[in-house]
């Protein structure tokens, strides 16, 4: 890829650009900074609190985003009104599905979340002129399917233990890409949503985390903060290879 592509200091490239906490990793990294310009001309920035809904299952997409930071649950309804959490997404994960005109899923802030919004008959004309940032979204549906993948073994197969540390696992390596420290975060989804997300009780979630708090594989500071002192027992203690 060219230098210039690579160089968030680039003086072609937005000013807005330049700042922005998803420009590496996320799929604009994949954009020339001519075409980093059409689409600042088309973005904005919006900041929604936790519990708000970006959009709701079956509902039409007018527009994309970028997560800059916070944590995004994806859920699926059936008719009866039953609710599944099936996925989080962070920074810089993209959302939405190109050239689909409808969502599949219910999109809503776990956390307080910073997103930055492009309209999506724009980023479908940026995608058929990038091949790219075609790749960057190919990139992207391959390795959430290859999470969803690892889920499925998690929900399947675990133990109640395993599922749980499983999650933190999850959120520690994945809720704040630009911090290097994984050792603390606060939970971003309640007691009862995590024991949604994994097939449990809020009891047995409960008492796994106690469980892995008193085998000192964890720290909970005010039922919400996790301190992890050693990311390898986390990931061990979740059935990890």
């Not at 959490?85 to 959302?95: K, N, R, T, W």
């Not at 969502?103 to 995608?127: G, H, K, L, Y």
């Not at 749980?164 to 949503?193: C, G």
Request: hydrophobic share 35%.
């Amino acid at each position: 890829m060219d230098t210039l592509l690579k160089n968030i200091h680039n003086s072609e490239e937005p000013v807005v650009c330049r700042s922005c906490e998803a420009r590496h990793g996320g799929v604009c990294s994949s954009l020339s900074p001519a075409q980093l310009t059409e689409l600042s001309k088309h973005s904005s920035r919006r900041k929604l609190e936790a519990g708000n809904e970006l959009i709701g299952q079956g509902e039409s997409v007018s527009t994309y985003a970028n997560i800059l930071n916070g944590v995004v649950k994806l859920s699926k309804m059936m008719s009866d009104g039953r609710q599944q959490i099936v996925g989080l997404q962070f920074a810089p994960d993209f959302m939405g599905r190109p050239f689909v005109g409808e969502s599949n899923t219910t999109v809503e802030a776990a956390t307080d979340v910073n997103i930055c919004v492009f309209p999506r008959n724009v980023v479908d004309r940026i995608i058929n002129q990038s091949p790219q940032m075609e790749h960057k979204l190919y990139d992207q549906s391959l390795k959430e399917l290859d999470e969803a993948r690892d889920w499925m073994l998690t929900l399947g197969r675990k133990s109640a233990q395993e599922k749980v540390a499983s999650f933190l696992y999850l959120i520690a390596t994945h809720i704040d890409p630009e911090n290097d420290d994984k050792s603390s975060f606060d939970l971003p989804l309640s007691r009862a949503d995590i024991a949604d997300f994994l097939g449990l009780t809020i009891e047995t979630v409960s008492r796994q985390m106690t469980k892995l708090r008193k085998e000192g594989v964890i720290h909970i500071e005010n039922n919400r903060h996790v301190t992890v002192p050693d990311l390898d027992r986390l990931n061990y203690a979740a059935g990890n290879d």
